[in-house]
């Protein structure tokens, strides 16, 4: 009977402004309304690159270094620290979330940053890679497979507005299962594709040279991290192009990019690019570039400094955790001040910033004939996302912070929003298969074009457009 009375308490009650969860604002409600608004944004948009750049800097190289110093299996490795490195910004989005604000931003910046990555970035390298994408079949069924299993369990987790610690544990556990398939990755390949051989009544004749490269080529992709074991691969990953390598760079730092040289070889931050766009972004964020270094051992450089880096990994975690904050802050404020759930900003705003490095390190990826591990990439860290960057903060306040109690999802429209995730990622699969998994002009527009209408009714059901699926904002 309490629990009764307690869950119609729970759904007559106003959403708490997650607002009031921070410091207060440096201009007044009406001093933001009239334009301060536009403040908070840019500092918001600001600190997506500051994140990019710590991320792929500093942060990525420690676990590269940890990786090494722990013989890592290199599909043991992407599935783990380097997915970490990759999806660093949603996952303090998400603490902070959980922790601080108290409210769904972190769960929407997962689904929306899902959505863009299934759906935007794949379709952005398939418009704009300037030729055909020719996919390897394995990793895009693996991770395809196992991001479904992922957002049917995120669906079954939150439909009951409830989240406890034996089902945030499920999906912990679900990554960990993730985990051991990365490990006998190769071993699955070769199953599924003596398996495939049998069904079509294939010949176990030797493969040829061309067919080789292609059967193998899914050991060169780990969860979305670019593993340098095989020399056709080590050729291409070089360092960031003059336009990219100063706030616009990817969270991934063995992302092949144009210009390339090792992407463990020190680049000074002091380096002034050549072209003109290139030095307005290289002058703007340069503050924080000088910052990291002052405060972030390097450890790229040789010598003592590798040795840093224990510090390196901590010092940056310090860094995105304080750049995550500020930056959930400000568009919390934003939101705020324009009448617009934390939900919706997640969605769109925080989705699009954390993901949009990612975005652009795939373009380039895919025009330097990489597409495959670029849309490995997008697929692949998703499951990172749902299961750990979602399931591992709600396992924290549920089983040792709030012991026995639960996380409460306000939004109804979160769980419409996640269906809709799931419908995309089979219409993704599906439509890779049927198109011999290749990416072509068309398949981008398509994906595009999914992009906008799914993103637009997930906003809608934030709105109640089509129903009460929200609550009311509690009065100021």
Avoid at 41 to 60: E, H, K, Q, R, T
């Amino acid at each position: 009977m309490e629990s009764e009375l307690q869950d119609d308490e729970n759904n007559t009650d106003c959403i708490p402004r997650s607002v009031d969860n921070f410091p207060g604002n440096f201009f007044t409600l009406e001093q933001t309304q009239d334009g301060g608004v536009f403040l908070h944004i840019f500092i918001a948009l600001y600190l997506f690159s500051a994140l990019a750049i710590v991320c792929d800097d500093y942060f990525v190289a420690s676990l590269e270094v940890i990786c090494d110093e722990l013989k890592l299996k290199e599909d043991v490795a992407g599935a783990t620290f380097m997915a970490a490195g990759s999806s660093a910004p949603e996952f303090f989005t998400a603490l902070i979330g959980v922790f601080i604000s108290k409210s769904d931003v972190g769960v929407g910046t997962i689904v929306g940053s899902a959505v863009f990555n299934i759906l935007f970035i794949v379709g952005v390298c398939a418009l704009f890679s300037g030729m055909v994408v020719n996919l390897t079949w394995w990793p895009m069924l693996r991770d395809c497979v196992y991001y479904i299993v992922a957002v049917a369990t995120l669906v079954i987790v939150i439909q009951n507005g409830k989240v406890y610690w034996y089902e945030a544990l499920i999906m912990f556990l679900l990554y960990l299962g993730y985990i051991l398939i990365m490990y006998w990755n190769k071993d699955l390949e070769d199953y599924f594709e003596r398996l495939y051989r049998k069904l079509r009544h294939i010949p176990e004749d030797p493969p040829s040279q061309n067919e080789t490269q292609s059967l193998t080529g899914s050991q060169k992709i780990s969860n979305g991290v670019y593993n340098t074991s095989k020399d056709s691969v080590k050729d291409v990953e070089d360092a960031k192009n003059d336009e990219a390598e100063t706030s616009f760079t990817g969270t991934h730092e063995s992302v092949p990019h144009e210009g390339h040289k090792d992407s463990k070889e020190y680049e000074s931050p002091w380096l002034i690019p050549i072209s003109f766009p290139a030095r307005i972004l290289w002058v703007t964020m340069l503050p924080v570039k000088a910052l990291l270094y002052i405060s972030i051992p390097d450890c790229r450089l040789p010598g003592r400094w590798r040795k840093m880096y224990p510090l390196t990994f901590i010092m940056s975690v310090v860094w995105i955790a304080g750049f995550s904050y500020i930056m959930v802050w400000m568009i919390t404020i934003a939101g705020d001040s324009l009448g617009i759930a934390d939900t919706v900003m997640g969605l769109t705003i925080l989705a699009a910033g954390t993901s949009v490095p990612d975005c652009l390190s795939s373009l380039f990826v895919s025009r330097d004939g990489f597409g495959d591990m670029a849309v490995a990439n997008s697929i692949g860290s998703n499951v990172f996302d749902i299961l750990v960057c979602l399931g591992l903060p709600w396992l924290i306040e549920t089983a040792a912070v709030n012991h026995g109690d639960y996380v409460k999802i306000s939004s109804e429209g979160l769980i419409y929003s996640s269906i809709t995730l799931l419908s995309t990622v089979i219409f993704l699969l599906l439509a890779m298969f049927f198109t011999k998994w290749t990416l072509s002009k068309p398949f981008g527009i398509v994906c595009l074009s999914a992009y906008v209408i799914v993103i637009t009714f997930s906003v809608l059901y934030e709105l109640n457009v089509f129903g009460n699926f929200v609550a009311e904002i509690c009065p100021r």
